[in-house]
């Protein structure tokens, strides 16, 4: 199986203890606080986090920031329950009604290296100070023999102060009124000597009324195929075992399967679910498989939650009595056939032995004995407003851009051409467009420097076709220079939707909709196709009007396209989704270059406890750097099929950037691959609610290409030359240790350059970004 590092449940609390307790153990007096030490001599902090702290005479004052926690750790590992202590009790005085998180960091052994977080929900405060007494069995699945920590965050009022006195181990008393927040899953997988200590918001399992639980709806190819996991945001994977796994065919929320031969596998992993609590009969799903087709089903479970460990039952689709005609059929999975399984702990669905490509649809587990369908709601996405208001005509004669006559230059005598990979027919005066990837662009240029356009403002740019309009056109705008020599080349362009103005054989857009410098025009851009289906272009031309009755959409909203920053003097470093393993030095780097910069998270990762990135995020936040937006699975925005299926990347996103970074909405967006379009520019401005930045870069450290090689310096040259060209707009990854392993020194280049190193929203003059 795909090689994930997966946390099951932690070891339930000891069943007796082997000493009475006879008087509380003190965590923390808070009289040693102003040298980070609590009063079993290991290490306390609020890391900062906190606008106010300060101890004195017992008490621990603080008003928190948004984010804000403090922490006690132990560097010897407490075997609390052994030792007959029964929980954490603590003083507390908060604002009236108010609230916050209490974590355990428990080990399944003290001689264990990671730490599983557990939560309970403190509310209803009284406006005094009083007592709280948490059991060890209020942290559901926690194991009060191996403790290693507790964190307080969450709080309900950040402009309040609070405090905390006489922290300790106690021997009796009952459980806070407040119900706990349990969590069925470990909350990190890190190792006690680089642990994060910030708390990662916990979730339950739903007890109670059964309900039809999702395991996946194949609406993301990315998050099938590049981050690996399922809907519940669980691990599956073919492994590599098959020839393709394909989202969205042959239709919405399916998946085609391919296998190589008999010996492929596709796996999606549960958790380690409770299927008897809610009572599911069993797993549903359509299927559509050629006549004569086969393959097996086998359900794992596990005793003690661990995939590697586990107690497997299959059965063939001829044992299920499931036969395929090659149309789409409901078929069940019902757990009454898999006798010896365990269906209180399932871990892993587990397909093989396939003997031909089949397609499935959802993939659900379904409530009582009695099979039923998953049915994925949908909503249509509206599409931008369109006016029939009559199109003024421009002043300007026509300008004839292309004709296709050659294949080596325009009409106007500069070259056209394409991205490699693009295949380009010319033909008869005409241009024969088709590209599988939408990052690739057709490019024809105004002239060899900077195009004077503004005479054009009232004109409309024409393209006569025949076949697809499923792309994007663009019109580009020069540096400020008008030197291609120098970065960033072109400076911006803005995008139109060439469906939207499409209508026999022809588009018509406004100059007017195209808002870039229309003084430093460079050239006009065929991009972001979003189907394989081929174009056929006649003409590229400016006009002054349009035929009668032509009708003409209002622009869409498309946000600005940031190549580099806008600040005089200025150069930001904006980084990429990373590897936790790797995130307390890049931390630990730019706090002693003493930089603040931009980090782009993607959205599905932190929902995901096993990875620890909500906690790498937070740490993140409360250090004073920016966190941005970075879609929810990774795709190619540009590339998705749809108006819903774009919309269902950017909202996922931004719903679980606020729910996990402390409510953190943000118009700033970084495309993943740097693909761009007017449909995700256009969706992302209607799912941010206001005008957003999207992020690109001048300067490409190029770790995707050195960071594995065996030349990672090449980093380094790829840098500089960025530098030397005038980039200050920085795109990299922590994902590679020789990538972290030269920050210093890029920061350093940077520094050299004279510039003022700061966060994306600064170096854009964002009014709304903290102060230098």
Request: proline share 4%; charged share 15%; net charge negative.
């Amino acid at each position: 199986m795909h090689a994930f590092t997966l946390i099951g449940l932690a070891a339930g609390l000891a069943s007796g203890v082997s000493a009475a307790c006879s008087a509380a153990l003190k965590i923390d007096d808070f009289s040693k606080w102003s040298s980070n030490t609590n009063s079993l001599g290991s290490y306390t902090s609020d890391d900062g986090s906190m606008s106010k702290i300060s101890a004195s005479g017992g008490v621990l004052s603080f008003t928190p920031k948004s984010g804000a926690y403090f922490y006690e750790s132990f560097d010897t590992c407490q075997a609390a329950s052994s030792n007959g202590y029964s929980g954490i009790s603590f003083s507390v005085k908060g604002p009236s009604g108010g609230s916050f998180t209490l974590e355990i960091q428990t080990k399944t052994a003290c001689s264990a290296t990671a730490y599983s977080s557990y939560y309970y929900g403190v509310s209803g405060l009284t406006g005094s100070t009083q007592t709280i007494t948490v059991p060890f069995s209020s942290f559901s699945g926690a194991n009060g023999n191996a403790v290693t920590g507790f964190v307080w965050s969450g709080f309900s009022s950040n402009a309040a102060g609070w405090q905390v006195s006489n922290v300790q181990f106690g021997c009796g008393g009952s459980a806070a009124t407040t119900k706990a927040a349990s969590s069925t899953k470990a909350a990190s997988t890190l190792s006690t000597a680089t642990r994060s200590t910030l708390v990662t918001s916990a979730t339950s399992q739903a007890t109670g009324t059964c309900a039809p639980l999702l395991i996946d709806d194949w609406v993301s190819q990315s998050r099938l195929t590049f981050l690996f996991y399922n809907a519940m945001l669980e691990p599956t994977s073919d492994d590599a075992s098959m020839t393709s796994l394909v989202v969205g065919t042959p239709a919405k929320n399916r998946v085609t399967i391919t296998p190589k031969d008999t010996s492929s596998y596709f796996y999606s992993q549960v958790g380690c679910l409770d299927a008897k609590t809610p009572s599911y009969g069993g797993i549903s799903l359509r299927i559509k498989a050629p006549a004569g087709s086969t393959f097996a089903i086998q359900l794992e479970s596990s005793s003690t939650c661990d995939v590697g460990k586990t107690t497997q039952v299959s059965k063939t689709t001829t044992e299920l009595g499931w036969t395929f005609d090659g149309t789409e059929k409901l078929y069940t999975v019902p757990f009454s056939k898999y006798t010896g399984l365990d269906t209180s702990k399932l871990v892993t669905i587990f397909m093989t032995g396939f003997t031909k490509a089949v397609s499935f649809g959802p993939m659900a587990f379904y409530c009582g004995t009695t099979g039923s369908e998953y049915i994925v709601s949908t909503t249509s996405a509206p599409a931008g407003p369109s006016s029939t208001v009559a199109a003024p005509s421009g002043t300007a004669s026509a300008l004839v851009v292309d004709k296709f006559a050659s294949a080596d230059s325009n009409a106007l005598g500069f070259w056209h051409g394409g991205d490699d990979g693009l295949t380009m027919t010319y033909a008869s005066n005409k241009l024969t467009l088709k590209s599988t990837d939408a990052d690739y662009s057709y490019y024809t240029q105004l002239g060899s420097g900077c195009t004077d356009l503004t005479k054009y403002k009232g004109s409309y740019l024409h393209i006569a076709y025949s076949g697809t309009v499923a792309f994007t056109v663009a019109l580009q705008q020069h540096n400020s220079q008008c030197n291609e020599n120098i970065a960033p080349y072109p400076e911006t362009w803005d995008s139109a939707e060439a469906s939207r103005y499409a209508k026999n054989g022809h588009i018509y857009i406004p100059i007017s909709h195209f808002n870039i410098n229309l003084v430093r025009a460079v050239g006009i851009a065929i991009k972001g196709f979003y189907k394989t289906d081929p174009v056929t272009l006649s003409v590229v031309e400016i006009v002054p009007s349009v035929p009668s009755g032509t009708i003409i959409p209002n622009k869409d909203e498309t946000g600005t396209l940031a190549f580099a920053c806008t600040r005089p003097n200025s150069f930001a470093f904006a980084i990429d989704d990373g590897s936790p393993e790797y995130a307390q030095e890049v931390l630990k780097i730019i706090r002693e270059e003493d930089i603040k910069v931009t980090f782009f998270t993607v959205g599905a990762p932190l929902l995901d406890e096993s990875t620890n990135l909500t906690n790498v995020y937070r740490e993140m936040q409360a250090a004073g750097h920016q966190i941005a937006l970075h879609s929810y699975t990774h795709p190619k925005m540009e590339g998705l099929p749809d108006y819903e299926s774009i919309d269902w990347e950017y909202n996922e996103d931004i719903k679980t950037v606020e729910k996990q970074l402390n409510g953190l909405h943000t118009p700033y967006f970084r495309p993943p691959f740097g693909t761009e379009g007017a449909r995700m520019r256009s969706r992302l401005s209607n799912s941010v609610g206001t005008t957003p930045t999207i992020t690109m870069w001048s300067v490409d450290v190029e770790d995707w290409l050195w960071a594995e090689s065996d030349t990672p310096e090449q980093q380094l040259t790829a840098f500089q030359r960025d530098v030397d060209k005038g980039g200050n707009l920085v795109v990299m990854h922590y994902l590679y240790p020789s990538t972290v392993g030269y920050l210093k020194q890029f920061i350093q280049i940077a520094k050299a350059s004279g510039k003022q190193l700061m966060r994306v929203d600064q170096c854009m003059q964002d009014p709304n970004a903290p102060a230098l």
